[in-house]
């Protein structure tokens, strides 16, 4: 199967690139190999090979059960139409290169069970080393779930009926690992999820690598990976083009700490990185180095409204692109947007601290939101070693300022600041270039290089930051 890359280290030194320290784990070999075929699969993608799949997996995983080594099961060339599957310690499926597993559309194919959070197409529950590779692709089928196409936004199709849920999320996620130990993912393309499309549940030591994630851009809940309660993960060289956030990390029932994502490429339709909305416990020691974000809605984002904290977080070479989308998706083009705030009037402030930002491009429509609230301060945020260039190229409204989810929603807002600072204690500024468009056609929108109010502003230092017009630089 490869290797684990267990993340046991993280080492914030300040350099040309901030990685983590990796320790390499041999999983037992491979010993076995099983063909869906064999079991019955037919591969014609009209048939539902669900029975076979199974059961092959479930051969596997005795398998491995008696001789502790791994077990692949393996998919010829053939599209492998499925209702949810279950796979198991110690199996590595094998979705060959011109291989394609389908999910199947009906609800049946994933109902009854006690909850939506059990709707996947694939789901490794309490299983340890386990994982999916092979050069073909996993397909959601997500267009069937649509209930009306969108330029702006899709309409889903809700399953709320069933009880196991409430409101338009009720679809199945593409793949999961719940519970799991010893994961990897690699050399798959995971494509068209009906909803959020690689899950990472309350998980130890997970790889994924050399992953492609292709989503619908129009369609909600579009995750690529959503990282919940998890410690020890690896994302690297993965390429992301979906709806919504590109990767999630999530706190529903634990922290979430030793979490490293390098050498990525995302395009969204919402926050590339987003750290929340789900924020009940806290986030320490996470990395985001050598990512390119292209024309996504929003960059860097954290958005804490449940009560955890977060610390320790290092944001290096990154080239970030971002434009407005129509409001209806949370984010107005920020590139950074760090923001802490309660959900509602029953929710606990957290905070946000020890941030460093280095080695950062932007071009963007808008600019850098910082927010924190008074019980919820940012503090000890870097920026070091960044160019900002500021300018509109789509046709969106500019102006106003998104709280989304909670808090304060949408608010209008004079112009649009370079950086819009709030509830800060803590911020300093190194080696810092913002460049603005004064273009007539703007009608002067990037008048204020620096806003906020000094009564909730303290301890800003900036060095080496310099601000002015392309016109004038040029």
């Known amino acids: 199967m490869g290797t684990i890359l267990l993340i046991l280290l993280f ?10 320290s990796t320790t390499q784990i041999q999983l037992p070999g ?35 059960l008696s001789s502790s080594s791994i077990c692949r099961v393996n998919f010829p060339s053939g599209t492998y139409l499925t209702a949810k599957l279950n796979l198991r310690s110690g199996v590595v499926l094998d979705v060959t290169e011109n291989a394609l597993l389908l999910g199947g559309p009906r ?7 006690e909850t939506s959070s059990d709707w996947y197409v694939v ?108 410690n020890n993960t690896l994302i690297t060289r993965c390429h992301i083009d979906t709806g919504d956030d590109a990767i999630c990390p999530k706190t529903y029932t634990g922290p979430l700490y030793n979490l490293t994502a390098t050498d990525c490429w995302i395009r969204t339709k919402s ?71 309660p959900r509602d009037s029953s929710s606990k402030e ?19 939101f910082l927010s924190g609230s008074p019980n919820g301060l940012l503090s000890d945020i870097k920026f070091k070693n960044m160019d900002l260039t500021l300018r509109r190229w789509s046709n969106y409204s500019a102006g106003l300022v998104d709280y989304r989810p909670g808090c304060r929603g949408l608010v209008n807002h004079r112009a649009t600041a370079g950086i819009i600072m709030e509830h800060v204690k803590g911020f300093s500024v190194e080696n810092v270039d913002l460049k603005w468009s004064d273009d007539d056609d703007l009608n002067g929108a990037w008048n204020v290089p620096l806003e906020f109010r000094p009564s909730t502003v303290n301890n800003v230092s900036f060095v080496g930051f310099n601000s002015g017009s392309l016109h004038e630089v040029v």
């Open 123 to 230: 789901v490794a529950n309490n299983a340890t080393d386990v994982g999916i590779t092979g050069g073909g692709a996993i397909d959601g089928q997500g267009s069937k779930f649509v209930v009306r196409f969108s330029e702006k936004k899709n309409v889903m199709v809700s399953w709320n009926e069933t009880g196991a849920c409430l409101g338009d999320e009720c679809r199945p996620r593409l793949v999961g690992f719940v519970d799991s130990t010893n994961v990897e993912i690699w050399n798959i393309t995971l494509r068209e999820p009906a909803y959020w499309c690689l899950h990472i549940v309350r998980c130890e030591n997970t790889s994924v690598h050399d992953v492609s994630i292709l989503g619908d851009f129009n369609t909600p809940n579009n995750d690529g990976i959503d990282i919940e309660d998890s």
């Open 107 to 113: 609800i049946e194919d994933y109902y009854p069970a």
């Open 350 to 368: 957290g905070s946000i601290s020890n941030l460093l930002f280095v080695n950062i491009t932007i071009n963007s429509e808008n600019g850098v």
């Open 271 to 341: 926050s590339a990185i987003k750290l929340g909305s789900a924020s009940w416990f806290d986030f320490k020691g996470l990395i985001f180095d050598n990512i390119t974000i292209y024309e996504s809605h929003r960059g860097l984002g954290m958005q804490i409204r449940d009560g955890g904290n977060v610390s320790d977080i290092t944001f290096s070479n990154i080239n970030i692109s971002t434009r407005y989308y129509d409001p209806s998706w949370w984010g107005r083009a920020e590139p950074i947007y760090i923001t802490t705030c």
């Open 30 to 64: 491979v010993s076995l190999t099983l063909s869906v075929s064999d079991f019955g699969a037919t591969g014609d993608g009209i048939h539902y090979d669900s029975f076979a799949i199974q059961s092959a997996i479930d051969a596997c995983n005795r398998h491995y």
């Open 11 to 20: 080492s914030l030194v300040q350099s040309l690139s901030y990685t983590s």
